[in-house]
Structures are given as C-alpha cells and as structure tokens.
DNA sequence: CATAATGTCCTAACACATTAGGAGTTGATG
DNA sequence: CATCAACTCCTAATGTGTTAGGACATTATG
C-alpha cells in the first residue's frame, strides 16, 4: 500500500497544467507552457508540474535531454473525484441533492436531464 | 453596482463556518465555536468569521455586547454557484458532462438518476 | 471597588500556492 | 574548443489561508 499522495484538491494553475497534460499526452515542459493560458515564464510551468509531480498527479522521465511529463490518472477519474468531493463537502454525501441543486439554480432543465437520463439507460441495455 | 466581494469559491475552513452559519441561522462566534469541528479557539472563529464578512459573505450588527453574524447568501444559491464554478472549471461548462460524470463513476446509477429525473418532471407540472 | 468573564481588535506565525530568477549541465555549432 | 541554446535544479519573494495569542473594553459579581 504504497501510497503517499493523497488526492484531493487540485488549486486552480495545478488544475489548467493538468488539462494541459491531458490534452498533449506524454509531454514536455515547452509543450505546456505553450498550451497555457495566460502565458508563464518557463521555469513557472516547470516549478508547476514538478510540484504535481512530487504530489503523485503527473509521472516523469527523461526522454533525451528532457523530462516528458504524463498524466498518472485519467482525466475522467480525476473528475469523478473532484465532483464526489464536492459531493462530500458541501451536499452532504448525497449525489441526487447535487443533480437537484442543478436543477433549482437552473444550470440544467428538466427536460433536457430527462433526456439525458434516458439515453443512459438505453446505453446500458445495449451492452 | 456597489458589489466588491467577487463571490465563488469557499476554502475549506470558510465552508465549515458558513455551513455552521447556515445550519444555526442568527449567530455569535460562541455559537459556532461550539457547532465547529474539530475544535477551534475563539479567536480563531472569530477572525474567519470577520473575514467572510470583510469578503462580503456574512453581515454581522451589534447584538447587546457580541456580533450577531448571518449569511448574506442562502446555502441552495451558494450550492448552485459551487456547482457553477465546478462546471465551468472542469467541465467546460456543460452540466450535462457532470450528470454523466457522476453516472460513469458510478456515483449514481442510471435507475435512481431516472426516477428522479421524473419525480422532478411530476414537481413541475403540479406548479 | 477589585476582579473575573466575555467579547473585540490587532498582530503574528506558519503553511502552501504562485511566480520567476539565476547558476550550472549538456549537447549542438561555428 | 568556445559559445549558444535548451534544459534542470535550487532558491526566493509575494500572497493568502489557517491558527491563535495578547491587549483592551465592558459587564457582572464578590
């Protein structure tokens, strides 16, 4: 159980230099710091993913005379864990309050979720 | 227009206090002092509570000696706007990929996600 | 009245996020 | 070989979140 990283809690830059990574693949410092937006000296972006990768969000190696960095976790699991966090923290644990809160402050209506809904289960028969 | 305090985006500690605001209604430090975990010193409830006014997120008066503090922004708005802020930063706005998100996590399943979709459907024609 | 209790304000200390500069290494080039 | 470009590592400065102590004011109490 060797597992020092605790998950949990990208800050906002640690969040676009992930995107980034999951956009790009494998990928080297320049190849970041030209995706990001708005632009950062180049030892930033450096300091940045070094920092993710202390944290265990980005794995390295050197690749000729420079690091490639790659994402350790799939940007869709990342988002799952962010959205249970948020679950978590201020819903309580419960995942139907979260959908109904969307709901009430009208950021999705309930027709388009019906749909929504729908098209899920006929994704599941058809597996 | 006289609005200072750019809303979005509670810490965790600034969540807790609101949390607690929230659940007791009209409050003194002490009051949330003692609903706050794991526990804190006065001073230190105190000053959050100080800054989340300062950012504009509580209003306190003068209650015979002691502040009485309470929420500038009901908890649903405030869930919303966190969810909101979720969408937009991970989801690239759309809170269709954050319901499907939450399916493909298995965070909820598709039978509960339908029944309530269409227990909202029901709340709404009965409007 | 002296003092204890309760509360306010100011200030500090520590942690960590963000931003970037500078020194040093290494491979390519004139 | 001297130099340049690209890159790494180390370090620092600034900001803000979190935690709490200490000084001072006001009210209640022996």
Do not use: H
Not at 37 to 62: C, F, S
Not at 79 to 96: C, K, N, P, Q, Y
């Amino acid at each position: 159980m060797a597992k020092d990283a605790k998950q949990e809690g990208l800050t906002k830059l640690e969040l676009k230099m992930m995107q980034a990574v999951w956009r790009l693949g494998s990928c080297t410092v320049s190849d970041v710091q030209e995706q990001v937006e708005p632009p950062l000296a180049y030892t930033t972006v450096q300091t940045m993913l070094n920092i993710l990768e202390r944290k265990g969000k980005l794995r390295r190696r050197l690749q000729g005379k420079a690091y490639v960095y790659s994402a350790v976790m799939s940007e869709a699991k990342a988002l799952g864990e962010a959205v249970r966090d948020l679950v978590d923290r201020m819903f309580g644990g419960s995942s139907e309050e979260l959908v109904m809160s969307l709901v009430k402050s009208r950021q999705i209506n309930r027709k388009r979720l019906a749909e929504l809904s729908e098209r899920l289960q006929r994704n599941e028969e058809e597996r």
